[in-house]
Each structure stands twice: as C-alpha cells, then as structure tokens.
C-alpha cells in the first residue's frame, strides 16, 4: 500500500497536500483539493498525538480545506467570495514552484563552490580611542534593549496549541454526538464556538458529514434553527 | 585616480561586505555616483574566466575570489566548509533567496508554517539577517553574502526564474491580505 | 578556468607575497607557465587608473592596492576600527560587557546571530580581547582594561543595573534551551 505517507515525512500542511495530490497523480486544482481532503484530514489526527504544537498551521490549511469541498458540494448555495486573496491552489501551485527551485539552490549548494574574500592586514590605532557611542550608558540602554528581545514567547504558543486542539476536538465532538442523541440543534452547537473558526470549523464538519450521508439537515423556514438529524437509513 | 580605481582599492583592502553608503562616506562622493562605478565594476570584473568577482547582495558590495576556483584558492586560505542544509532550512532560505526582503508572516504564508525556529537558526549560521527597516513595522529577513558567496552566485538575479518568482503577482496578494 | 584566472584567485586570497613555485604547486603546472601567466597578469593590471597592482620583488609576488590609492584605502581601514559603533558592534560590545567573560557559541546563541567578524573588529579597537583559558576547551571573550579605564570603572559590576542583567532569567533560559 503505497497510500499511506510517513508523518515525518512532510514538512508542514502545505507539503502533505503537495505531496496528496502528488500521489494521486492530479494536477493542482481546487477540485483535487477537494478529492484529497479526506485523507488530509486522516492525518490530523496522528499530528495531534505526535506534533501538536504544529496542530495550528495545520488546521489553518484545513479549514480552507474545506471550505473548499463545501463550496464544491454547494456551489449553489455559497457563491463563490470574490477578492479574498489568493486561492488554496493558487498558493500551492506558488508553493510548489519554491519547492521545485529549492532543488536547483541545493544543487549549487552541494557543489562546495566558495567565492573567497582575502584578510588584509590590520591597521592597528596607535593609541586607545573610545568610541562616542560606547560610554557605560550606551551599553546599558543597548542591554535593556536586548533582554526585552529576549522575553520568551513561549505562553502564547501553548495557548495556540490548546484552542488548535479544541478545535480539532470540536470535529470530533460533532461526530460523536450524532453517535448518541438523534437530533442537534445548530444553534446549540455554535453558541459554544469561541471564534469564527470555529464556527467555520463546525459548520463545515457538518457539511461533511451531509456529504458522507450520515446525516440529514432540517429547516422549517429560512431563518430558522437548522436541525441535524442522524440517518436512520445508513 | 578615477573614483572608480579609488572604489576598487576600497573593495580590495575591505575584504568584507561593504554598504553603498560606507564606500560613498570613504570617497566623500554621492551614492548615486559609487553605485555607477560599482556597475562598470561589475562589468570590468564578472566575465567568464575572471579571477576575481564583485558580488552584489542588495545594497552591499564584495570584492572575492572566483567561486570556480575555490579548490585552488584552498590551498592558501582556510575553508569553509558549507555543511548539510535540512529541508525545511532549504526551503526556507529558497524563499527568502527569490522574494527578500520579506517579513515574517509573508514567508510563514508562502511555506503554509510557521517559520520562527528555523529562521533564528539560519540566522545563527549567518545566512540570513534580520534588518530593522525604517519603513516598515515587522522586521524583514534577507539572505547574507555569506550565503552567497557559498552559492557562488554573483548575485540572487541569477538564480533560475528570479525575475518571475521574485516579483509573483501572489506574493504581492499576500502581502496584501495581511 | 584557465591557469590565469586560477593565479589571479591565488593573489587575491593569499594576502601576502607568493613565490613563483608556490603557486606553481598549488596548479601543479611548471613556474615557467607560472611566469607567463603573471607577465599577463602585470599587464592587466598595472595600468593607470587600475585600483589594484601587481607587486614583484625578485621571485615573490603580491596582489596590493593601488600606492596611488593608499590615503582612501588607509583612511578607509582606520574608519573601522575608530568612530562609532554599529549597532550590531555595541550590542555585541554590550553582552561581553555584562555576561563577560563568555564564549563566542554563548554569545552567538544570546544575539540570534553569528558574531565572529564584529568580535574581530572589537579586537581590532582594542576594545575586547581574547583569553584561552586553561580549563576551557574554547577561549573565553571580555572586556579589556583600556577600556574599562575608559569607561571610568572600577570593575564591570559598576554598570548601571549589573546586578540584575549580569544574571537575566531570559538569558539564562537560553542556554537552557539548546
């Protein structure tokens, strides 16, 4: 089986995608995008066992992902956004010309070809001159400077890191409530969501489940609720 | 002496990367005037079959040996081993080789990851450098002449596709989106 | 490249006089061709206006600036180790100050950036200096007494907020990371 691909194999979201598409022999387009992103999101799972802190970027590409396959499966009720910037496949098709030209620099890389400089002599002062801008002040301001440079960022990662897990957890979540109970409300389900992600995230998590059949949507009227119903027939 | 002959013993003596502007405070001329006789340098010097070359990485200026005949050279200098680059450090300095200078987030967009870790630790092996331009909030990165010097590139517009790459019209979408 | 182009690269790297059978050996080619090559090589350059000469003393050889260039490219070389500093020179002047005595890897991994050509220039300004400490394996860098005198100190501990930033906790965490 040559189907499944080595997690450390890939670099970041962009790689594993690259490296899907590759696989299934497809050009880069939105609708080969649309066609690996199961198995993009298969992947998902094993990066927040063994690379979490790497979970965010993923889960950036993931989103659009699927946003991607939503508006795919959808086309009449999404119409296409206009002006947001470029396109998944546009930027791994960019990507992807960075990846092919990272080659031909490793190549004159590997080459050891060194272009020299020469030492000349120093000329030596003859006697001690103190730099203007090196008094006991100087040195103390640039220090000052230094050590607020130095402020670890760590606390903000880990923050990433857990919202990128609860929002994987989310799509699991839905998943497993429609194991149990029959009906959910879509209200109910995106009065937790925190952020726009996450309603993003939810939404389209349904989405793909409607794809999947393994549920259905009800809506009495236009505004109202929606009501997401387990397929009994599956 | 022409400014260009005094801007070529500048060249020479420095051995190092030198700014327009520092050479231009040497000669006590304008900028406008040592970047016209850097140009005719250029042309003096990299020719096939050269000895010498005059590298350009932006705005810095350096006077080397040709990078084809590094072996020779070797004999009488101490080499510099190049060492293995990872992939993703590859990667990276790829991106900032076509589209320096760029900030942070343009190149965590471009490579779809966040490039923190591996940018301080090409910095660490100076090949590439952060500046803090007046212009603009972020820091931008770029490569340094030691990395292309190791490249035995003259300058980056040699890379293949420079032209095209470097002025992409998403890069420019990108920085936009920001 | 032609054995020229391969004597003019020697040259230049050497930074010293070469004999004639010096380069020979590192070509492996015969000092006669040797010879010729340097003939044509005088020729190239010591023409008027050139910024670079070729020096022959008897049998030794040596790639020079131009003597009529030698007020630019001394004014040139003194300008580098007086006037002020970069500012990549002070902070590196900085940390030796206050983390001093310190190795060029704890330096380089507290600036994010490899300091070896400003430690040099430091040197150079007889502003710091280099100790090989017997129980290191690598030579340790502090300040020198010029310019501790210069400063008006006692001793170092005397720097505004020593105490404090001698032992910063983010410094310390660096070394902590690797």
Same mark, same amino acid.
């Given at each position: 089986?040559?189907?499944?691909?080595?997690?450390?194999?890939?670099?970041?979201?962009?790689?594993?995608?690259? +490296?899907?598409?590759?696989?299934?022999?497809?050009?880069?387009?939105?609708? *080969? %995008?649309?066609?690996?992103?199961?198995?993009?999101?298969?992947? %998902?799972?094993?990066?927040?066992?063994?690379?979490?802190?790497? %979970?965010?970027?993923?889960? /950036?590409? *993931?989103?659009?992902?699927?946003?991607?396959?939503?508006?795919?499966?959808?086309?009449?009720?999404?119409?296409?956004?206009?002006?947001?910037?470029?396109?998944?496949?546009? +930027?791994?098709?960019?990507?992807? +010309?960075?990846?092919?030209?990272?080659? !031909?620099?490793?190549?004159?890389?590997?080459?050891?070809?060194?272009?020299?400089?020469? !030492?000349?002599?120093?000329?030596?002062?003859?006697?001690? /001159?103190?730099?203007?801008?090196?008094?006991?002040?100087?040195?103390?301001?640039?220090?000052?400077?230094?050590?607020?440079?130095?402020?670890? %960022?760590?606390?903000?990662?880990?923050?990433?890191?857990?919202?990128?897990?609860?929002?994987? +957890?989310?799509?699991?979540?839905?998943?497993?409530?429609?194991?149990?109970?029959?009906?959910?409300?879509?209200?109910?389900?995106?009065?937790? *969501?925190?952020?726009?992600?996450?309603?993003?995230?939810?939404?389209?998590?349904?989405?793909?489940?409607?794809?999947?059949?393994?549920?259905?949507?009800?809506?009495?009227?236009?505004?109202?609720?929606?009501?997401?119903?387990?397929?009994?027939?599956? | 002496?022409?400014?260009?002959?005094?801007?070529?013993?500048?060249?020479?003596?420095?051995?190092?990367?030198?700014?327009?502007?520092?050479?231009?405070?040497?000669?006590?001329?304008?900028?406008?005037?040592?970047?016209?006789?850097?140009?005719?340098?250029?042309?003096?010097?990299?020719?096939?079959?050269?000895?010498?070359?005059?590298?350009?990485?932006?705005?810095?200026?350096?006077?080397?040996?040709?990078?084809?005949?590094?072996?020779?050279?070797?004999?009488?200098?101490?080499?510099?081993?190049?060492?293995?680059?990872?992939?993703?450090?590859?990667?990276?300095?790829?991106?900032?080789?076509?589209?320096?200078? =760029?900030?942070?987030?343009?190149?965590?967009? =471009?490579?779809?990851?966040?490039?923190?870790?591996?940018?301080?630790?090409?910095?660490?092996?100076?090949?590439?450098?952060?500046?803090?331009?007046?212009? $603009?909030?972020?820091?931008?990165?770029? =490569?340094?002449?030691?990395?292309?010097? $190791?490249?035995?590139?003259?300058?980056?517009?040699?890379?293949?596709?420079?032209?095209?790459?470097?002025?992409?019209?998403?890069?420019?979408?990108?920085?936009?989106?920001?």
């Amino acid at each position: 089986m040559s189907t499944e691909l080595k997690l450390e194999k890939f670099e970041g979201p962009l790689d594993l995608l690259l +490296q899907l598409v590759d696989q299934e022999k497809l050009s880069i387009t939105e609708i *080969a %995008l649309a066609k690996v992103t199961e198995q993009f999101f298969s992947y %998902l799972d094993k990066l927040e066992e063994n690379r979490s802190e790497e %979970l965010a970027d993923f889960l /950036t590409v *993931a989103v659009r992902l699927v946003y991607l396959k939503s508006h795919h499966l959808l086309q009449y009720a999404l119409p296409k956004e206009e002006d947001t910037g470029p396109g998944l496949a546009d +930027q791994l098709k960019l990507y992807k +010309q960075y990846v092919d030209a990272s080659k !031909t620099v490793n190549n004159l890389w590997g080459e050891n070809k060194v272009a020299y400089g020469r !030492t000349e002599p120093p000329v030596k002062n003859e006697e001690f /001159t103190l730099p203007i801008n090196a008094a006991a002040d100087n040195l103390h301001k640039s220090m000052v400077f230094l050590v607020n440079r130095l402020k670890p %960022l760590e606390p903000l990662p880990k923050v990433t890191i857990d919202h990128s897990i609860s929002v994987k +957890q989310k799509i699991d979540s839905i998943r497993h409530l429609l194991k149990n109970g029959r009906e959910l409300s879509f209200n109910n389900l995106l009065a937790a *969501a925190q952020n726009k992600t996450e309603i993003i995230v939810s939404f389209l998590a349904i989405l793909e489940l409607v794809k999947e059949k393994s549920i259905n949507f009800k809506q009495t009227n236009s505004f109202a609720d929606l009501l997401v119903t387990k397929n009994l027939h599956v | 002496m022409s400014n260009q002959s005094k801007i070529e013993s500048v060249l020479f003596v420095a051995s190092k990367p030198l700014l327009t502007k520092k050479i231009a405070a040497a000669l006590k001329i304008s900028d406008q005037e040592v970047l016209a006789d850097l140009k005719n340098l250029q042309l003096k010097y990299n020719n096939p079959d050269s000895g010498i070359a005059i590298l350009q990485n932006g705005d810095e200026w350096q006077m080397v040996a040709s990078a084809e005949n590094t072996d020779v050279s070797e004999n009488f200098l101490k080499s510099e081993v190049s060492g293995e680059l990872t992939k993703p450090q590859l990667e990276t300095l790829t991106v900032v080789s076509y589209c320096g200078p =760029i900030t942070k987030p343009e190149l965590d967009q =471009i490579r779809g990851v966040n490039c923190g870790l591996i940018l301080r630790n090409l910095m660490l092996r100076g090949l590439v450098k952060e500046t803090e331009d007046d212009g $603009h909030i972020l820091p931008v990165y770029e =490569i340094t002449m030691d990395y292309l010097r $190791h490249l035995g590139l003259n300058s980056l517009t040699e890379l293949p596709n420079y032209a095209e790459l470097h002025n992409h019209p998403y890069i420019a979408g990108l920085a936009k989106e920001e």
